[in-house]
């Protein structure tokens, strides 16, 4: 008699904890990655102290935070999608091992942390992470049906990150960091339309239930991925000739060398994703890609060189 209830404890206990292991996998951790674009500011402004260290991080916690409670909302709207997709349906929401309701309420719980979290620390931080979180649920409510309104706002979504950065540390961005992250990431939008309907054409398919794109649009979305890469090239060796550079910079010319670097780094990305090999996310496959490492730490090595 008294082991049917000890049974019973253990199994709610190792349900609960079940439970906690679909919640922390539905919240998507290695997406993370993209919140460290609000520690951009701090290192294109060359202020690399312990101050605007803390205050880059809890800018981090902040948008990782509100970007899960955005993926988890998400992740609920999507549940029906994502079980005809063939790696999505794995996801703990589609896959049934974690109930759309609980889910709910933890986006909740986590979105109002974000957002007492910016208050405490300042009003800027909380405006732009507020517009950044509802920009994100008008993209999972609404915007990521729209034919290429879904690819701009993926952009400025990413770009915001860099503002938090320095609304958290009080670092203006610069007319040329945002213009360069701007059409960067609007290239790797597009690169993640383009795998989504690559993958699509293999399956046989024509068009996924949620988008306004069908398997006939990879062409313009390859030469427009392809012109926005380019272009964030432009600018960044506009930027070179700025007034910016010479303030920031002491040997400048090693500048030079990253544009050949972000080049090969771009064409091979979108090489690869016209071949079918690169993931549904780009900045996931670049984070285990080692030729894209190579070529980060190469860059990094160069802006380094170029400041003493």
């Not at 206990?13 to 993370?32: D, E, N, S, T, V």
């Not at 701007?182 to 949620?210: M, N, P, T, V």
């Not at 030079?256 to 090489?271: A, D, E, F, K």
Request: net charge positive.
């Amino acid at each position: 008699m008294k082991q049917e209830p000890l049974q019973l404890r253990q199994a709610a206990l190792q349900a609960r904890g079940q439970r906690a292991i679909h919640l922390l996998r539905a919240l998507r951790p290695r997406q993370w990655l993209k919140n460290l674009l609000v520690f951009v500011p701090m290192l294109a402004g060359h202020a690399l102290t312990p101050a605007a260290a803390l205050q880059s991080l809890l800018a981090f916690v902040a948008f990782s935070l509100c970007a899960s409670s955005a993926y988890l909302l998400n992740d609920v709207l999507d549940a029906h999608d994502d079980r005809q997709h063939p790696v999505k349906r794995h996801r703990p929401i589609a896959a049934g091992l974690l109930p759309p309701r609980f889910a709910l309420s933890a986006s909740v719980l986590l979105a109002v942390a974000a957002l007492l979290l910016c208050l405490a620390f300042g009003a800027q931080l909380l405006l732009v992470t507020g517009i950044y979180f509802a920009s994100t649920l008008a993209y999972s409510c609404y915007l990521k049906r729209l034919l290429m309104v879904d690819i701009v706002v993926l952009a400025i979504l990413y770009t915001l990150r860099i503002l938090g950065g320095s609304a958290a540390t009080g670092i203006a961005a610069s007319f040329w960091l945002l213009a360069f992250s701007f059409f960067i990431f609007l290239s790797l939008a597009l690169l993640k339309r383009h795998s989504e309907l690559s993958r699509l054409q293999r399956d046989g398919r024509d068009k996924s239930g949620r988008r306004g794109y069908t398997t006939a649009d990879l062409t313009p979305i390859g030469v427009m991925g392809i012109n926005s890469a380019l272009l964030s090239v432009l600018v960044f060796m506009l930027y070179f000739n700025s007034q910016n550079v010479v303030a920031l910079y002491r040997s400048p010319t090693f500048l030079l060398g990253i544009v050949p670097l972000v080049v090969l780094w771009l064409g091979r990305l979108w090489l690869l994703s016209f071949r079918g090999q690169v993931d549904e996310d780009p900045i996931f496959y670049v984070s285990r890609d080692p030729v894209s490492l190579a070529v980060i730490a190469a860059c990094a090595a160069l802006a380094v060189a170029a400041s003493y």
